[in-house]
């Protein structure tokens, strides 16, 4: 009895893989044409664009067109390996994307938790709020307000310092306090944001979970360190995914402004972004742009690609494909 | 829609916006050596002897341009360009807008414009604004010498043929240069300082580099809240440093190349600066730059303020403006308008140096590629450019209400300076303001005395060759230079041989070969 439901089985497994949009539509059509918006974003602005790579193998100008410019074959690369300052570059984006995500995990991650421990509705309602409104100021003006807390002469602190009777200090120019800066000032600009993530799925834990624990007795740290913690473990493993995929690539707007540009800080600051611009600004090159643009966008795929493919080895329920 | 939708749409849209608005950090500061100057010293060519635009163009079809223009927009825009458009439909059965593209985002815009294809008609242009690039790139439309004579009648009488053949890109002329009388700033700026801080440091003028220093030490030791002079990364302490040294390897067959120097006074032996000689050159100018710095003569901030040296200076943040000299008389009048107890003056610290000339691609105009109204943008251009009504209106506003007209041709504002014409078509028939700083028409004579055009001023590098090197070599002079220029380097030396081995590294060499040789080729041609 056993053979004929197996054999069975198969075909109807594959029939099942196949249609299982299909299906999903002929089911809940209105549903599913829901996605339709987003698909569409998607195509529109990052699949059509995609034929515009052709630019980093061309030797563009705006009279022959993108289509009927001249190859160029790899030359728009040699740039960026011309003088080795792309590995360097490269470990930096990477060290500091690295830095990002770990500590904006953590510190989200604790946000979260804290907030959905607060009982006090307005309380909660405040904390989250001023959390988030550093999210919505852009990065020029984020760099003016570090430039007035950190500035020689005009800074908060030095002024502080000032009317203490201390010396002043010379922070803007100091290079090794600058990673830890940027570390703090990305954390705080996206901890708000970045929390409401884990926060949405906290409120979707099943209550009764934490009834049924809190009956056996356990405290709020045994809850959260039970229950909370290891329930959010699929969203950030996908979260991280998502993250690698731009590991690659720098926050342009976030590090020029921060610095201000400053070169004295370069050797902790560069990365991939800030030195193509400092390549590329005087030349109008799209070409070179669009390769290492290029260069980024394959150094991350593969990322992805390798990430992806040992996650599921080791666990095959969290990975994004 | 329930609420919540709504408010979810509008936090996306919020989003959205900001994050986009996030994209452009660069900030770029007017280069310095671009202005209009008044000039009444040379008797422009009378437009009226030159015949008008031929009859047989055909006018009949109105016609709306657009001029895409750099800088902000300029205050009294809208009220100039009614009047100016006024005039040109009766004249010409067309009007223009413009677009202006202000410092902070030209960099980014200004090529974005003709890689997008965008509508416009004609635009400003120069060497520091990606000319020779867009020119190679077919941004601009070829003018013909025949269309020029035919549709611009004022502007081929008033145009040199050298001037023409100045702005030649591979044999091609895509500009129409401004034919005012300008200089480089470079090694030849001048400064302006302040007549009340002199007066109560008890110094009565300053004629030389000495008394520029006393007058900043004064500074330090009075008004420690002020900078002696302000910089900021586009504002290098370069141009304060040249002001100080020897000027080395200026002159009318000097020019500059990358990390090296030429003189082409024989086109068959071109004699050429490089390797140690020029380094060790610029390694005297940084060791002044750091001790500079160490003075404190200008900010610990320096590296990372966005103020510029102009508006440190009319603020009073700073106590000394440096620019070339028709800058200087700019930055005078507004000082003194805004605060005539700071009793500005300019101050030249070398009288003697050699004044070059603006290269001819320093400022002008030029056509789209793409313009579907040639005809009449070209002739529209000639008569906003040349006809004395057109360019009084465009740079002085309306008279008797903006400004009286003197017996001798200069002008004088009623009330307050207006704020109007454009960049790029300060031409000989600009008249001189009343205004003006009391030494300016000295400084000016005395710098057409010590005047020379530089043959260099003509030589468009194409860097086609070499591009790759040419970026590398960028990146690392990005890196060095703002900080050995501003005197940041705790180890000067040390530092200037990193540049230098970097720069090696990178293929400088094979930049420079490439360099040279159309150096020479250019010589030859020239010849």
Redesign the interface.
Known sequence: MANPEISNNIPLQKKRRKGVFYELFIKHPLLTLMIAPAVIYVFVFSYLPMAGIVIAFKDY????GIFGSDWAGF??F??LF??G?IYRVTINTILYNLAFLTVDITVQITIAVFLSELSNKYFKKITQTMLLFPF?I???VA?AIV?NIL????GVINNILTYLGKEKV?I??NPVIWPPIIVFFRMWKGVGYGSIVYLANIMGIDQEIYEAAKIDGANVFQRIKHITLPLLKPTVVILILLNLGNIIRGD??MF??L??????L?DVTDIIDT?V??????????S?STAAGLYQSVLGFFIIITVNAIIKKVQPDYTLF | MSKKLILVLVVVF??TS?LM??????NVNGPGNATPTPQATEKPTDPEETEGPQSDIDLSEYVELKMVMVGPELDDYERIIKLVNDKLKEDLNATFTVEFLDWGEF?TKY?LK??S?EEFDFCYTSNWS?YG?QA????FLELTMEDIQKYMPRTYANVTPDMWDGVKVDGKIYMIPQTGLQFTGDHNNKFVVRGDLLEKYGMSEIKTADDLLEYWDNVLEHDPDMIPIGIN?SWWGWWVIASFRPIKWVGENWGAGPYNAYDISDPDNIKIIDGDEWWADRLDAFKLAREFQQKGYW???A????DDNGVMFENGVSATAIRQITMCNEMYEKVNAAHPEWKPMIVDIHPEAPAPYYPVTGDGMALH?TTKHKERAMMVLDIISYDQEYYDLIYYGVKDQDYTLNADGSYTWISKPVNVGFRGMNNKIARMSTTVAPNYKELLDNQVKNGFHPKFNNFIYN?KNV??????I???E??????LQMG?AEDVEGMTQQWRS?VE???LKEYQDDFTAQVIEFAKRYK
């Open positions: 100008t705006y009279t022959k030359k728009n040699a740039f011309q003088t300052v919505f852009s990065w020029v760099g430039f500035s020689y002469r005009f010379d803007m120019n342009f707007a020029y402004n610095t201000g540009n400053n070169a004295l370069l030195f611009y400092r390549s590329l600004m005087t030349m109008q090159n799209y070179m | 919020l989003t900001l608005g996030c994209g452009t950090g660069s960099a090529p003709f890689a294809g990606f690039d190679v790139k077919g941004g990364q900010s610990k901030d590296l990372t303020l966005q590629a860097n591009e790759a090197i040419a970026a590398a960028s990146s690392i990005e890196k060095y230079a703002p900080i940041f970097e590294a990178a293929g």
